[in-house]
């Protein structure tokens, strides 16, 4: 399954680091930036996690909110974001129905053998659930300030 810019966003009511659940369209009035991305604590990851991190102040001057989302565990979740001091939710989609449903979960491939994997996407919804923008197979240099960009459109 994949989504196009102008669907509804696909709802969701999932556990975040701490514990606590998220249901995307409990935050109707806000943008969300939600960023999917393959694995914690892994360089490519890390990378794009602190760019959202440190660009955080000015995403919330966009009234937008950064959820992070990967199949990992609440419990690794917690782990990573207290080891880079990330100040937005991580979610935990163990069972992949989300990342189906944005179309996210694919086959990839690396030296030659084929695995499925997360896609590096980021979707931008806006206040009323739609999807604005999407960016698909993310290079993590640029990719921040590119959505920051079209967050401060909407």
């Known amino acids: 399954m994949s989504i196009d810019v102008g669907d509804k966003a696909p709802d ?32 490519g990851c890390t990378t794009e996690a602190c760019g959202f991190r440190d660009n955080l102040p000015k995403f919330n001057k966009t009234d937008a909110e950064v959820i992070g989302i990967s199949r990992d565990s609440v419990a690794s979740h917690d782990k990573f974001k207290n080891k880079h001091s990330l100040p937005f939710r991580l979610v935990s989609d163990e069972d992949g129905k989300v990342c189906n449903a944005y179309g996210t979960w694919i086959e990839k491939s690396m030296y030659g053998k084929k695995y499925m994997g997360i896609d590096r996407a980021t979707f931008l919804i806006d206040g009323k659930g739609i999807v604005r923008n999407i960016w698909r197979k993310v290079k993590v240099p640029g990719h921040v300030e590119e959505v920051l960009a079209a967050a401060k459109e909407i």
């Open 12 to 43: 969701f009511n999932l556990f975040a680091d701490g514990g606590d659940r998220i249901k995307l369209s409990s935050l109707k009035g806000k943008k969300v930036i939600l960023y999917f991305y393959p694995k914690d604590d892994t360089p």
